[in-house]
């Protein structure tokens, strides 16, 4: 979805509705992102809502409203990061978690798998994965939203991909009949 850059101009100069309008938007994106990090709803609301906050305090710094997305989505990550740090969480996967997450993969068992690769890889690799493959987000915004080269974040979801293809391989049958 295209952002309405007259609204967030409007935002950005002090329009209180016009940034409770451009929030609204993107709540759904933002909880399935912090949700996505935390792993829990409560933690994913107080992400949530530091983000919210955060975007209400600091949207008259937004230099680009091209960006408001982008600007919104970093302001989240980082808000998730912070609190898996504060907590020193170890992240669980549950069965909302495999209920939410869209995959082409079809028993539980596999998503299971999945998803448990997913959450071993390093913090780098499962940002860009999630980011790519749950929000729907390109190489480029992904880069913006890191705030690194967009060189760097290819490399980062192609070597994430390996590592998956490498924890799950002889693991199914289809894997285990292939000709070497």
């Known amino acids: 979805m295209m952002v309405n850059e007259k609204k967030v101009n409007q935002a950005i100069t002090g329009d209180r509705d016009a940034l409770l309008f451009l929030l609204n938007q993107e709540k759904d994106k933002l909880y399935r992102t912090a949700y996505?990090?935390?792993?829990?709803?409560?933690?994913?609301l107080d992400v949530f809502q530091q983000t919210v906050l955060l975007a209400i305090e600091s949207i008259h710094q937004l230099r680009e409203p091209k960006y408001f997305t982008t600007w919104l989505m970093k302001i989240c990550i980082n808000a998730s990061l912070h609190v898996l740090h504060k907590q020193k969480n170890v992240i669980l996967i549950d069965e909302l978690k495999l209920q939410t997450f869209s995959t082409e993969i079809a028993t539980s068992d596999e998503k299971l798998d999945l998803l448990d690769a997913i959450y071993r890889l390093d913090e780098k690799y499962k940002t860009v994965l999630l980011l790519k493959y749950y929000e729907d987000l390109t190489f480029e915004q992904i880069a913006q939203v890191l705030d690194e080269p967009i060189g760097t974040v290819k490399s980062n979801g192609k070597r994430a991909l390996e590592k998956i293809k490498r924890a799950l391989k002889g693991v199914y049958i289809d894997e285990r009949t292939k000709p070497i």
Not at 36 to 44: F, I, L, M, P
Request: aromatic share 12%; no cysteine; charged share 35%.
């Open 36 to 44: 996505s990090y935390v792993q829990n709803k409560e933690d994913a």
